[in-house]
């Protein structure tokens, strides 16, 4: 069964600070997606992560992916208060229903002055 | 282009009724999941449909049922709600499966 994992569940940071997320998963999958979710509205896509060592950045944010190690990461870059959000990683299933994911539990981000 | 739409946007339901719930996909795409997102949690898989046949479920009780159409939108149909049932539904289309899923606006359903 192919679990998520995402550490930490809640971060709390100063603007201008950086720090990652990390997103470890159970057995092979070469897809993983990074989504955005701010409170009460539906899942944003960040990122599309489709081979081992992509790598991918949008503004603040730079995703990467090591298929061997089943990890990715999603860094931040001098934080805004923009920023604040639940990030989820989600990972494809394809040893169950082919093209289901499966969710990490976020990861509850807060952006402080 | 629209993108995936859901409909309604809120609801409120008495334990024990049924609900219907719906997704319009993005023009083109042929595969529709459906998500429960509990408040606090990740989305949980609950369907897959792909050109219009089931082709997959998550660990979702019978009271779960869906179907797709054949314009490709689709329903998710819950009978004898519960409370726990209270949650955000989340319609996910991808042009096939396994491609990137793209996430409607989701369905605020309240159970009291």
């Known amino acids: 069964e192919l679990k998520v994992e995402q550490n930490p569940l809640f971060l709390s940071m100063q603007e201008g600070k950086n720090y990652t997320i990390y997103c470890n998963y159970s057995?092979?999958?070469?897809?993983l997606y990074w989504y955005r979710q701010d409170p009460g509205k539906s899942l944003e896509s960040l990122f599309v992560?489709?081979?081992?060592?992509a790598v991918k950045q949008e503004g603040r944010l730079m995703a990467s992916l090591d298929t061997k190690a089943r990890l990715s990461t999603l860094h931040i870059t001098a934080a805004v208060h923009d920023l604040s959000a639940t990030y989820f990683c989600?990972?494809?299933?394809?040893?169950?229903?082919?093209?289901?994911?499966?969710f990490g539990k976020g990861t509850k981000l807060s952006v402080k002055p | 282009d629209a993108g995936v739409t859901q409909s309604p946007t809120h609801l409120i339901k008495t334990r024990g009724q049924q609900v219907t719930l719906r997704c319009s996909p993005i023009?083109?795409?042929?595969?529709v999941s459906w998500y429960q997102q509990v408040l606090g949690q990740g989305p949980q898989f609950i369907f897959q449909?792909?050109?219009?046949?089931?082709?997959g479920r998550g660990n979702f009780p019978d009271r779960f049922s869906a179907r797709q159409f054949p314009n490709y939108s689709s329903e998710l149909n819950v009978n004898a709600l519960l409370l726990g049932d209270s949650a955000l539904y989340l319609c996910?289309?991808?042009?096939?499966?396994?491609?990137?899923?793209?996430f409607g606006q989701g369905t605020r359903l309240t159970v009291v």
């Open positions: 996910a289309s991808s042009y096939r499966s396994g491609t990137e899923a793209f």
């Open positions: 057995t092979t999958s070469d897809r």
């Open positions: 992560l489709l081979s081992n060592g």
């Open positions: 989600a990972v494809d299933n394809y040893g169950g229903s082919q093209g289901n994911l499966i």
């Open positions: 023009s083109g795409h042929k595969s």
């Open positions: 449909y792909y050109e219009k046949e089931e082709r």
